[in-house]
């Protein structure tokens, strides 16, 4: 089982950057399909980006692509979500999340078997 804790969230101007990282504890980050959701209050939770276990294979978002890159490192246990040039219509609760099934990649968060805490960014205008 693994346990799943963000960090790096935050008040930023547009245009600007931040970092998230999702530190995992049990098994290594490479051996599940880890991905980055993020949630406006009344609406879906929906996926960002995403990464699979054996090969890498990266998936972003129509709205992200070319902004946000998603990255692991093994040794740390640690996934990260880079995002730049960011803009209002970023602002969420950012959650990282884990699948066991981390060979094919998956988009709905249902297909997530574990989640962290969420983290606040927010992009002021």
């Known amino acids: 089982q693994a346990q799943l804790v963000e960090s790096g969230g935050g008040l930023v101007q547009t245009g600007g950057s931040l970092r998230l990282s999702c530190a995992a504890s049990?098994?290594?980050?490479?051996?599940?399909?880890m991905g980055w959701f993020r949630q406006a209050p009344g609406k879906e939770r929906l996926l960002v980006a995403a990464?699979?276990?054996?090969?890498?294979?990266?998936y972003y978002a129509d709205s992200v692509k070319g902004r946000f890159t998603i990255s692991r490192n093994n040794a740390k246990n640690t996934v990260y979500l880079q995002m730049d040039s960011l803009k209002p219509e970023d602002s969420a609760v950012y959650y990282c999340?884990?699948?066991?099934?981390?060979?094919?990649?998956?988009?709905?968060?249902?297909?997530?078997?574990?989640w962290g805490q969420g983290t606040q960014v927010t992009v002021s205008s």
């Open positions: 999340a884990a699948d066991r099934r981390g060979w094919t990649m998956r988009y709905s968060s249902t297909d997530y078997d574990y």
């Open positions: 049990g098994r290594t980050v490479g051996s599940y399909r």
């Open positions: 990464i699979t276990s054996s090969d890498g294979i990266t």
